[in-house]
């Protein structure tokens, strides 16, 4: 949706770019994460004035079985450009695939994260540093203080929040 709104784009394509400035300084390369981290990494990437290139899952099965698009140099700095982050399982496999060409991941950018607590422990882990435009306790607490969702609603998202993986289990 955010690409679907010029100026929501161009904000967020800002803030990715600023946030990549002030914590990672260091990089020398921006690079998204397939598929929904590819244009804002693009955007943002293109607001500093550095290489792009995109990294996929796994490496393609057909052609030249490519998993980094673009130019990527053993050595490199990069910071990986997500969209969100839930489980972390596609930053980390975008993870792998960088340092199969030879760099080094210096950091993560995502625009949301839910915070789960296994995900985050799992890039504390990995000594990767990640950080986001905002999070699931920002959007419920705004969203609560503009009536868009009420206590009771408030309180579901909260025990999702806490144990993602038992919720569903507990509705039944």
């Not at 904000?11 to 260091?26: D, R």
């Not at 792009?52 to 050595?75: A, D, F, I, S, T």
């Amino acid at each position: 949706m955010v690409l679907s709104y010029p100026e929501v784009r161009t904000f967020v394509a800002e803030e990715l770019a600023q946030l990549i400035q002030q914590q990672f300084p260091q990089a020398t390369r921006i690079a998204g994460i397939a598929t929904a981290g590819i244009a804002h990494g693009a955007l943002a990437a293109d607001k500093l004035n550095m290489p792009y290139c995109y990294v996929r899952p796994e490496p393609k099965k057909h052609g030249l079985k490519n998993q980094v698009e673009g130019e990527m140099n053993p050595g490199d700095k990069i910071v990986l450009v997500e969209d969100l982050i839930s489980t972390g399982k596609s930053s980390f496999q975008a993870v792998e695939g960088v340092q199969n060409a030879g760099a080094e991941v210096i950091g993560v950018v995502a625009l949301f994260t839910y915070g789960f607590a296994n995900a985050m422990e799992k890039f504390v882990n990995a000594g990767i540093p990640v950080f986001t435009l905002t999070n699931l306790p920002t959007l419920t607490e705004v969203a609560a203080a503009h009536g868009f969702i009420q206590d009771n609603e408030l309180a579901t998202v909260n025990r999702f929040a806490e144990n993602p993986s038992a919720w569903g289990e507990s509705l039944k």
